[in-house]
């Protein structure tokens, strides 16, 4: 099986390189000025150039107007939109023809029901990303470093196209392989020295354990 892995918040060269290498099929680049991987349009646009024709190149907002996504887009000239914050599905519906590029929606999990929330987004938005919900004291909707109760998963259709979140790392990602057969993985702080800095040793090493986990089959 093939997994699809999207390492987040990449701010320099030297960490997209350790992405790219190590096999990533997307880049992300996060665009919230409360986030610490926050960047520029004009930085990312330096990366993504970098990566383009390599991997796929992810813009992620928080709520942002459409004065914030022209610039971005015109900047950064991304492959797919990830909208992090409360979007309506009419938002992404706005959103996807406004600028024709596919869309991810971050959905928040806790508990089982809260699957619920995809029922209005699907046929809408072109892939899913499951995550936990931040703590109450987080000003960050992502990029918490807390995973959720994988099982609650078992109940997900087939049918939904989803990337896996939330507090992975080298020390969990068979564990999460192997209970959810999850396709697509995204991380951020799991390959962090330091909220925000990407470590290029961690990177590798995540591949690695992707990379021994993709034969476990889920439970």
């Known amino acids: 099986m093939s997994i699809s892995v999207k390492i987040c918040g990449l701010k320099t060269e030297e960490t997209i390189d350790a992405a790219l290498h190590g096999g990533a099929s997307h880049v992300g680049f996060i665009f919230f000025e409360k ?3 926050n960047v520029a349009p004009a930085t990312a646009a330096r990366l993504a150039a970098r990566a383009r024709g390599r991997a796929k190149t992810v813009a992620v907002t928080v709520n ?5 996504l022209d610039d971005i887009v015109a900047q950064v000239a991304p492959d797919m939109l990830q909208l992090h914050g409360s979007e ?3 938002r992404v519906v706005a959103v996807k023809q ?12 806790r508990e089982k029901g809260d699957l619920d ?8 938005v072109d892939q899913f990303l499951f995550e936990a919900k931040p703590p109450a004291d987080s000003e960050l909707p992502g990029g918490n470093g807390i995973p959720f109760d994988w099982h609650i998963l078992s109940s997900l259709d087939g049918g939904v196209n989803y990337m896996l979140s939330g507090g992975l790392d080298a020390d969990n990602v068979g564990a999460a392989l192997s209970e959810t057969g999850a396709g697509a993985l995204d991380l951020s702080s799991g ?5 925000g800095v990407k470590d290029t ?4 090493e995540f591949f690695d354990a992707v990379r021994a986990g993709r034969t476990a089959s889920p439970a």
């Open 88 to 90: 309506s599905p009419e």
């Open 64 to 68: 942002a107007d459409d004065a914030m």
């Open 98 to 109: 406004r600028y024709g590029l596919p869309v991810i929606k971050a959905i928040a999990l």
């Open 117 to 124: 929330r995809i029922a209005p987004y699907r046929g809408v």
């Open 35 to 37: 986030s610490p991987r």
């Open 191 to 195: 390959v962090e020295s330091a909220p």
């Open 201 to 204: 040793g961690l990177i590798e």
